[in-house]
């Protein structure tokens, strides 16, 4: 097979835009320091506790609006230690990601340069993320000698179906890159560019081994009744374009087009909720208890037994939950 065209890692829109959106918040924390020597202390520690902790209050908000959705749900059994527990997890990890390896790391690791042995994994993000989401996962995929190709899908707030050619470019290179067919590994709205993707040609599910998808709203979210955007709205439950693409899966594939997918999913997701809509009819999926919508990706569970699925082409060792 010809060597495809390397990924870009030259610009990412999306990078920009949050590089200015940290440097603001570190003038803003400037301006603070200069009111607290004007003698303004008080007005110097409201602007850096809404700096520093604003987003906790947002995403306590977050927390507060999918207990209330998911009180009809199996996840109304969930105690609330485990949404605090969550909660926590996010406030921490949410800066790491769109503060730091978002805007400013997002370069390092390129896509694998040479072909290895066993199947590469296609890693998608999810919205408002672009490929410096995965680095943990890039520097995992390195130590075990798995070939990866990522993608950065832009514009951020356009279709979900513009994205089909960027996964097939990733698609693509992964087949180059590794002797088996290809595995994908998708985050949030990244499972739904995939499907899309696998919707788009009735060749393209052959292509790849299994596709493991985190935190998705397969069904859509409860919270994307308030997005503007396109994809935005795209991921609202029983939506247009999500009844759409579910019927173009069953016209390609039959009553059960999900068997190859693998669907994480939390109870205490504070972006894709009510709980079940991050799951497939058929399909593997695997509850986490008391995580969060980034931190889910990153969970010692779902990491290892991720891997371990790339590593034993899909036999992992956890337990079967159909839905």
């Known amino acids: ?32 320091g200069l009111l ?11 602007v850096a506790v809404v700096v520093l902790f604003g987003h906790a209050w947002a995403l306590g908000l977050e927390f507060a609006l999918a207990a209330w959705v998911n009180r009809r749900e199996a996840a109304a059994t969930t105690k609330p230690s485990a949404w605090v527990r969550a909660w926590w997890r996010e406030v921490r990890v949410a800066p790491q990601v769109f503060a730091w390896r978002q805007p400013f790391r997002w370069q390092t690791l390129p896509d694998s340069a040479a072909p290895q042995k066993g199947a590469a994994v296609v890693l998608v993000h999810g919205f408002v993320c672009n490929r410096g989401f995965w680095l943990p996962w890039l520097r995992a995929l390195r130590e075990r000698g798995t070939a990866y190709a990522t993608v950065n899908l832009e514009p951020v707030f356009g279709s979900i179906d513009a994205y ?9 290179r992964a087949e180059w890159l590794g002797e088996d067919k290809p595995v ?70 039959g009553e059960s087009p999900y068997e190859r997918f693998v669907c994480w999913y ?18 593997d999926n695997r509850l986490v208890p008391a995580a969060a919508h980034v931190d889910l990706a990153f969970h010692p569970r779902v990491m290892g037994e991720s891997l371990a699925m790339l590593a034993s082409a899909g036999n992992s060792p956890s337990e079967r939950t159909v839905s």
């Open 184 to 253: 994908l590994v998708c985050h949030s709205m990244g499972g739904l560019a995939a499907r899309a993707w696998l919707a788009a040609d009735p060749g393209h599910p052959a292509r790849v081994q299994r596709v493991i998808t985190i935190g998705s709203p397969h069904r859509g979210t409860w919270i994307g009744r308030f997005s503007r955007v396109v994809n935005g709205r795209q991921m609202r439950v029983d939506c247009d374009w999500l009844c759409q693409l579910a019927a173009r899966e069953r016209e390609l594939r």
């Open 164 to 172: 089909v050619p960027q996964v097939e470019a990733a698609v693509r």
């Open 1 to 32: 097979m010809r060597e495809p065209t390397p990924h870009p890692t030259s610009r990412s829109a999306l990078a920009d835009l949050q590089r200015l959106l940290v440097f603001g918040g570190v003038l803003t924390l400037l301006g603070a």
């Open 266 to 283: 939390a109870d205490t997701d504070n972006i894709v909720f009510p709980a079940p809509t991050a799951t497939l009819p058929g399909a």
């Open 36 to 46: 607290w020597a004007g003698g303004h202390l008080a007005w110097a520690l409201v």
